[in-house]
């Protein structure tokens, strides 16, 4: 934690002073850094997009940035990346909404429970007028969300396999660290304990946790098919994320330079999505040959009463509740 914390003071005071010189931004003689954060290994799509981008951009400005993707959540869990990218000593990852509610709560209607039916429907209202004005949101926070991504939908995992609503109770869950995902599984019974996604594993090996929620991509590649063995696909939750950058390197930026880096970020959006949707099959092919075992949800009728409660608690959080019917029958 020290080493994390003397990096980011480090980061941010190389980054002050390279925003206190504009004028060397993308010269060639010497190419800018960029910090950039991603939580998995060099296979995981998380970080094969920033090797794609670091390409695009080395391709249109070359030798004007140079990528430093950090691995293997080494600069600490979403929460604390976000706090690295706000002050500037990160400049750049991708981030799941959820965790980007802490600064705009509006974004909780892309984590909205049993709301969108598929990756289809989740794409149509990101590119939409609700995906734009989050944006603008994220801006006046700091962060400057240049694409939409979508990690896949959540699925239930636990020690044992859990298909009903009721079999919850009780049950010392880990949830992400946001109001809308402990209202969620608060609303079944459950136990809810915020845990940063980088501490998990351990959390659920010594019994802190006995399940959680989460993508499959995410499950294989935290190993976790080793302590929370069973699945249930509830595809409760579609996990949207955005590739984003820090508020004050982009205001170094001129404008051609920004038109290039939107440019190879909404790129890399679509490479990611493709990469996500290869991934989930690998995984699952790792998890069932570490004894993953898949199950369907039963009563269905009940979770998704136990997700409109979660509707009604933020709907004034989140626009209203007719927004959110009209999302619901979105074509």
């Known amino acids: 934690m020290q080493n994390r914390r003397q990096f980011l003071h480090a980061s941010l005071a190389a980054g002050t002073a390279m925003l ?49 993707i950090v691995k293997n959540g080494a600069l600490g869990g979403e ?21 980007l509610s802490g600064w705009v709560p509006e974004i909780q ?14 794409r149509k209202v990101v590119e939409g007028e609700i995906g734009t004005a989050l944006k603008k949101k994220l801006a006046d926070q700091g962060f ?6 979508n990690y896949g939908a959540r699925e239930l995992l636990a020690k044992q396999p859990i298909t009903k609503p009721e079999q919850l109770k009780g049950v010392r869950m880990r949830v992400i660290q946001s109001r809308l995902h402990t209202k969620l599984w608060s609303s079944f019974g459950a136990i809810p304990i915020g845990i940063p996604i980088t501490e998990t594993y ?23 098919y080793e302590v929370v063995p069973d699945m249930t696909e509830t595809n409760h939750i579609w996990s949207s ?4 950058f820090s508020q004050m390197f982009w205001n170094g930026l001129t404008d051609a330079q920004k038109a290039v880096f939107q440019e190879v970020a909404s790129e890399g959006a679509h490479t990611f999505n493709q990469l996500m949707i290869e991934d989930e099959t690998t995984s699952m092919k790792l998890a069932a040959a570490h004894g ?4 369907q949800p039963q009563e269905m009728s009940e979770w998704e009463k136990g997700a409109r409660s979660v509707w009604s608690d933020f709907a004034p959080v989140v626009g209203g509740m007719d927004r959110i019917e009209s999302i619901r029958s979105a074509a």
């Open 292 to 295: 993953c075992k898949v199950f």
């Open 20 to 68: 206190a010189a504009p004028a060397l931004v993308g010269r060639a003689r010497a190419a800018t850094p960029l910090t950039v954060a991603s939580l998995f290994g060099d296979d995981k799509p998380e970080t094969r997009v920033w090797v794609k981008i670091g390409a695009l951009l080395d391709q249109k400005l070359p030798g004007a940035f140079r990528l430093n």
């Open 79 to 99: 929460k604390e990346v976000a706090e690295g990218v706000k002050l500037g000593a990160i400049q750049a990852s991708l981030a799941t909404t959820s965790i």
């Open 202 to 224: 351990n959390a659920l090996q010594t019994g802190v946790a006995g399940a959680m929620d989460l993508t499959k991509s995410a499950y294989a590649g935290f190993k976790l």
């Open 144 to 149: 400057v969300a240049l694409g939409y991504i």
């Open 241 to 244: 994320g955005v590739v984003y």
């Open 109 to 122: 209607i892309l984590d909205l429970p049993f709301l969108f039916r598929d990756r289809q429907h989740v």
